[in-house]
């Protein structure tokens, strides 16, 4: 939500910058735009409705050298993309410019304040108010000036400030927003992660809330709002740019779909002990652990459908009650949560705004909080008592896929070695799972290669009006995940239902445009599946199901077939969702989408 990249050093900053927004468009495309102090002292803005190459053409192919400066890629949330609401936003003397992640909730009282005060302010964002504060706070000092700014600001913020007199110096702060800090060789950083630096340093400093970090080539010195000095470690980043590149695919997310094995793999590397499962990370909350009662996961989109196989598993092995909730509800509805509470909080980011929220909510009343995400630093891991890895390495595409199968199989593991120390998860059971888990990596493969036939099937089913997408047990959440990818990057409507509720409403909407995408892989609800199944052939409805290699009786009821390897049922979910996926993309490309950056959505969702 929103992408911010910051620069001082001797190279030339305004391609360093470019380069930077490229990488973290992810984040946000509705317009993007930088600023730089150029060799002669000038503050040169350029910014843009449209995506980053529209500001790059924008800029020609000689934009002033500068050895400082700052960008920003925009989801927009006060403001519709503009050229004039893009970011950076400047002050009144035209001196002072601002990027910023987050939302000023009390923008409107600062903008009649400082329009009282005789300011000149240009757009409609919330973002403005910033800059204009600073300049009244500003005598010879940018990084005290944005401190007595910041105690204005109620919300959210990751903030960059370039002050043109001060030509070596970027201000950062954050609350409730990622800002990271990159250390380089006579060069530093700032930016919303590590994507948009790596390429240059893998030395971070993750900035906490409240932190203000006053950035010069040679390092920085961080401080809270106060200015009082506080001490943050150096983290180095664990993979190399490549991992956030394309490397030879069309489409970040069909490369991250490719990946999917190798993400396993990583996600149960040191986790899978001869016969059980081990996850070192929760050694330090076992005591608590002991008295669990009840399970809440809390999480938003994609990670809320790996949630609901977690929720199934923790009530299966550990016999309390267990459940998963979105978290923009958990919040504004919660259980009854005390120390005998156990929350999961599950997001790819680790910075979704509502699962910080709930789970922050969840810490506050007692519950035991871990985490499970894909990003180390991040603000849920400082919410959480434990935080659990994916381990997947970078994942770019907007469209989750990577993610998915990890956060599953990372629950799986979760669930297992907690029943496991509760001694509740019989021996041989755990030596089935960890079996069937070391023979995951290898089956997800097979099933890359068993869903080629998804390009030509895309032809057949690109025009369709609609999809209904069902599934039962484990099978659900494959079939809200699959509708989901379908949403997202085909834009055609697309509703995932549990199988046994189609003849409750959705079923009147079958006809032969609209297509029945069953999860009928092997399970102890296959014949109910079928039976579904049964019920939309009948309505003419073309049948697509996703079944286990093997099974005869499937060709002879379905339109088409899409075979994925047997598994365990806990993991079916891994290996169904696969083939959904490509579906999915072979549907949007078919149809002529952004498969990567589909409109209106961001890849990380840090407002409420
Ligand atoms: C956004 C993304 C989704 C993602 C959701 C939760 O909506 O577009 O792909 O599933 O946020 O993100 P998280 O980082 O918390 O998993």
Known sequence: MCGIVGYTGPRDAGPVLLDGLRRLEYRGYDSAGIALVTESGDLFVEKRAGKVAVLQDAMGDHPP?????????????????????????????????????????????????????????????????????????????????????????????????????????LVGARLNAPLIVGIGAGESFLASDAAAIVAYTKQVIFLADGDVADVTPGGA?????????????????????????????EHFMLKEIHEQPAALTSAMTGRLRHDSVCLEELDPIRDRLTGIDRVELIACGTAYYASLVGAALFQEWLGVPARS??????????????????????????????????????????????????????????????????????????AATKTFVTQVATLVMLAADVAHHLGRLPAAKEQELVAALRRLPEQAERAIELAATTEEMADRYAEAAGFMYIGRSFGYPAALEGALKIKEISYLHAEGYAAGELKHGPISLLDADVPLVAVATRSAVYE?????????????????????????????????????????????????????????????????????????????????
């Not at 035991?368 to 890895?389: C, P």
């Open 65 to 169: 050298r500068a050895g400082i400066g700052l960008g920003h890629t925009r989801w927009a949330t006060h403001g519709r993309p503009s050229d004039l609401n893009a970011h950076p936003h400047s002050d009144c003397t035209g001196r002072i410019t601002v990027v910023h992640n987050g939302i000023v909730e009390n923008f409107r009282e600062l903008r009649d304040e400082l329009k009282a005060g005789g300011h000149t302010l240009q757009s409609e964002t919330d973002t403005e108010v910033v800059a204009h504060l600073v300049e009244d706070a500003y005598a010879g000092d940018l990084a005290d000036a944005v401190r007595v700014a910041l105690a204005r600001l109620e919300g959210a913020y990751a903030l960059v400030v370039l002050h043109r007199d001060e030509p070596e110096r």
């Open 221 to 249: 010195v961080i401080t809270d709002l106060s200015g009082a000095v506080v001490e943050r470690k150096i983290d180095i980043i664990p993979w190399s740019v490549e991992a956030a590149e394309k490397g030879g695919y």
């Open 325 to 398: 909730t979105v978290a923009s509800e958990f919040r504004y509805s919660p259980p009854p949560i005390n120390a005998r509470t156990l929350v999961v909080a599950v997001t790819q980011s680790g910075e979704t705004a509502d699962t910080i929220a709930a789970s922050r909510l969840a810490g506050d009343r007692g519950a035991l909080v871990i985490s499970v995400t894909n990003t180390v630093g991040s603000a849920i891991t400082r919410e959480s008592h434990a935080a659990v890895f994916l381990q997947a390495g970078p994942e770019v595409a907007v």
């Open 528 to 608: 109910k599946l079928i039976s579904n199944l049964m019920e939309g052939k009948a309505r003419d409805a073309r049948v697509l199901a996703v079944a286990t290699e093997g099974d005869t009786q499937i060709e002879q009821l379905a339109t088409d077939v899409l075979w994925v390897p047997d598994t365990l049922e806990p993991l079916s979910t891994i290996l169904a969702v696969i083939p959904l996926q490509l579906f999915a993309y072979h549907v949007a490309v078919k149809r002529g989408r952004d498969v990567d950056q589909p409109r209106n959505l961001a890849k990380s969702v840090t407002v409420e």
